[in-house]
């Protein structure tokens, strides 16, 4: 039980700016790659945290104020860790250069052209899909969930593309880890919007390999920026397939809860 917390903890610690302030003794490589384990449910902590600002906010003002704060608040938990990684991945990927060139632009902690419009499209995209999504708390709450729950279909038997450094989960991560993650994905969307999200995971799960196919091609492998990438990529894709299916499906999110 304590080796299950201390990985969870050092998830937590790698993928937000929670303050981790415990003793979590030695820290190895197998400890992070099982953590691996625990990405929905950082994601879900995550989610939290950003939902309780947009319910708090609303409580006084209108729905686009929560929202903006609700997106403020992912941003600064996470760090923009992720966007980031979007950000670094569509400069490297559409800078039109060799593989080699690619690798060292993602790299570059400077933001060119193709990053600063993947970031404001993909903040723009989120917030228009929130603002018409509904329930939108529960979006909120789901979004950085989507992102973690896919993840291993970026990194099982990926290949890490740099001949120095190493991606901590890229390559690394067991089969068994990344169906942990599935299963924790599953009973998350089953949750929300009952056999709809069988669908819906399935959709996300989907997109994250294909990205994976694409990137690969590009670079030959997959790093923590475009781990990063997926996981933005998705949340948006998720806010995106509820709107249509409750559109034209008659999705109604937390149905499972309606019956009970």
């Known amino acids: 039980m304590k ?9 937590l610690g790698f993928m937000t700016r929670i303050p981790v302030n415990v ?5 190895k490589d197998e400890d992070m790659q099982k953590g691996f384990l ?6 879900l902590v995550i989610g939290l945290c950003d ?3 947009y319910l708090l906010v609303t409580l006084v003002l209108p729905d686009v104020f929560g929202i903006l704060f609700a997106m403020l608040t992912n941003l600064c938990v996470t760090g923009a860790f992720h966007l980031d990684g979007l950000s670094d991945t569509a400069d490297g990927i559409y800078s039109a250069r060799t593989k080699e060139r690619m690798l060292e632009i993602m790299k570059d902690s400077r933001i060119g052209t193709n990053g ?5 499209f993909d903040l723009a995209l989120k917030f228009a899909g929130i603002y018409y999504s509904n329930p939108k708390w529960l979006l909120i ?8 729950m896919v993840q291993g279909a970026l ?9 120095k450094g190493i991606g901590i989960y890229v390559g690394t991560v067991s089969l068994g880890t990344v169906i942990g993650t599935v299963i924790l994905g599953l009973i998350a969307m089953i949750a929300a919007f009952s056999l709809w999200g069988v669908l819906i995971f399935a959709v996300l799960f989907v997109f994250a390999y294909l990205f994976r196919v694409y990137i690969t091609g590009k670079i030959g492998g997959i790093t923590g920026d475009v781990m990063g990438a997926g996981s933005e990529l998705s ?3 998720l806010l995106l397939l509820v709107i249509i299916l409750t559109k034209y499906a008659g999705l109604q999110p937390l149905s499972l809860f309606a019956m009970l």
């Open 3 to 11: 080796t299950q917390l201390k990985r969870f903890l050092l998830t």
């Open 23 to 27: 003793n979590l003794g030695e820290v």
């Open 38 to 43: 625990y990405y929905p449910v950082v994601g």
């Open 51 to 53: 939902m309780a600002v």
């Open 116 to 120: 600063a419009v993947a970031m404001c």
């Open 141 to 148: 709450l789901l979004m950085p969930v989507a992102g973690k």
């Open 155 to 163: 990194v099982y038997k990926a290949i890490y593309p740099r001949e």
């Open 235 to 237: 949340e948006v894709l």
